[in-house]
């Protein structure tokens, strides 16, 4: 059994990824109509916590788009919990060592190969608990300057599907300002090294890009999973052009 994240990287170069920072309803739904691969659920920045994003991924079941959610560390009982309900994906935050890395990907095995607790909350996912392990995908996100220097320690991990870069964090951690991640040469070169150590590795490198625009050039850099806008930014952008219509001013102003 695939996920759907899992046939979307099969079948397409790039897949592209929406956000979601708040409980909602309509996000996920209006990020598949508009056509998006993935949706993401931010339990380390948003105002959701673990059990939040399982009740909202259960009610995904028949909604036509992936899911992965971001998780503050690789403790094993949230990662169940959201895998429970039907993530395809756990994207775990401020990885800077393999040994978090690997603890990551041990929170989404069973004994003897790993630490999760056996507990599927979605009856379409089965029971067996192999092929709830092949479909759960691991990233570890790399977006510190420590990160960074073990990138190629954490790409060699077993059972990692894909690094994810943070470029605001790494800006941070390079000396930069967040709003420098994409203009400082120092951190494109760092984001780029992650995904050069990802791809020969044979991991998914994946980048949280904040725009449409900055999404088409990392991937043309290489980077396969890009989330481009979360529903805040998607809202705020369409809101926006609508008020300039209604003025007569265009969607240019």
Known sequence: MTSRLQDALAANPQVWGGWVTGPTALGPDEFARAGYDYVGFDVQHGYLDDADAARMLR??????????????????????????????????????????????????????????????????LGLDPAALAARASVFAMIETARGLAAAAEICAVPGLTGVYVGPADLAISLGCAPAQAWSQREVLDAMLRVQRTAAAAGLVPGIHAGTGAVGKIMAQSGFRMITLASEGQCLRRG????????????VDG
């Not at 309900?85 to 603890?103: K, L, P, R």
């Not at 809101?239 to 265009?250: F, I, N, T, V, Y």
Request: avoid cysteine; glycine fraction near 8%.
């Open 239 to 250: 809101a926006a052009a609508h008020l300039q219509e209604a003025r007569g001013r265009g």
């Open 59 to 124: 009610r995904l079941e028949h909604v036509p788009i992936a899911t992965a959610v971001r998780l503050p560390g690789p403790d094993a009982a949230p990662i169940g919990r959201v895998l429970d309900a039907g993530a395809d994906a756990v994207i775990v935050a401020m990885v800077e060592s393999a040994a978090v890395a690997a603890a990551a990907v041990a929170a989404t095995r069973y004994a003897p190969d790993g630490v999760r607790s056996f507990g599927p909350l979605r009856a379409s």
